[in-house]
């Protein structure tokens, strides 16, 4: 089944304490995303992925760092998480974008972070 | 930088009422627009997307949703809506070459039975 899959699904955790978010797809996508979704401000983009070993800063990626080192993979890194990173985040993939051709993105379920 | 305005956080409705919920977009170029709806507790789905050609376009469940390219818009439809469509929608848009998807604050929807 063409997916994309997060872990955890819901994490507490504390100030400070280093963190990562996985994600992965399993559809051959060459774009991938990350989203953090809060209320009244929607889904805002916080890094992006044209291909491996090419990311991109979105709208609001203070605090956070990401990876591409396989096409399939894209975690998220909280290398010292604060309280105004406790969300709901969405990883997103697809086929490609920037072009004619730009493909619907397919989302992942979310992961719910709290941070105290 | 693009930015996509939706006109009512909270809507609630009747069971067969007609639903519009208004998207406007601050974009010059060509765009390509998208609807997303979250249900409960669950991630986003696709619900439409307009891409080019016809600016009515039909999506899942019975929605669609109408591009005006001179008011910037791309309001959803739906002429009756249900108890299961009580979710969150969201409108979305990627300017032609761009690498980013712009999301709208979204609109809570409470379809009450």
């Known amino acids: 089944e063409a997916q994309v899959t997060q872990n955890p699904r819901y994490l507490i955790t504390v100030t400070g304490k280093k963190l990562t978010v996985t994600c992965s797809q399993n559809m051959n996508h060459e774009y991938m995303s990350w989203y953090r979704q809060d209320p009244g401000l929607g889904l805002r983009q916080i890094y992006y992925s044209m291909n491996v070993e090419v990311t991109d800063k979105g709208d609001v990626p203070e605090g956070y760092k990401v990876s591409r080192k396989e096409k399939r993979n894209f975690p998220l890194i909280l290398e010292s998480p604060s309280p105004n990173q406790t969300s709901l985040y969405f990883c997103a993939s697809s086929k490609k974008t920037g072009t004619k051709d730009t493909d619907t993105q397919y989302f992942g379920p979310g992961t719910r972070l709290t941070v105290l | 930088a693009q930015s996509v305005s939706q006109h009512n956080h909270h809507v609630i409705l009747s069971e067969a009422a007609s639903l519009e919920l208004g998207c406007n977009y601050s974009y010059g170029g060509t765009v390509n627009l998208f609807w997303y709806v979250q249900y409960p507790g669950q991630h986003l789905q696709l619900l439409l997307k307009?891409?080019?050609?016809?600016?009515l376009v039909k999506g899942i469940k019975g929605f669609e949703a109408e591009f005006i390219k001179s008011k910037f818009s791309f309001n959803l439809r739906k002429p009756s809506v249900q108890w299961s469509d009580t979710a969150e929608y969201f409108c979305?848009?990627?300017?032609?070459?761009?690498?980013?998807?712009?999301f709208g604050a979204g609109t809570i929807l409470r379809v009450k039975s």
């Open positions: 307009y891409f080019s050609g016809d600016p």
């Open positions: 979305a848009v990627n300017a032609e070459y761009g690498n980013k998807l712009v």
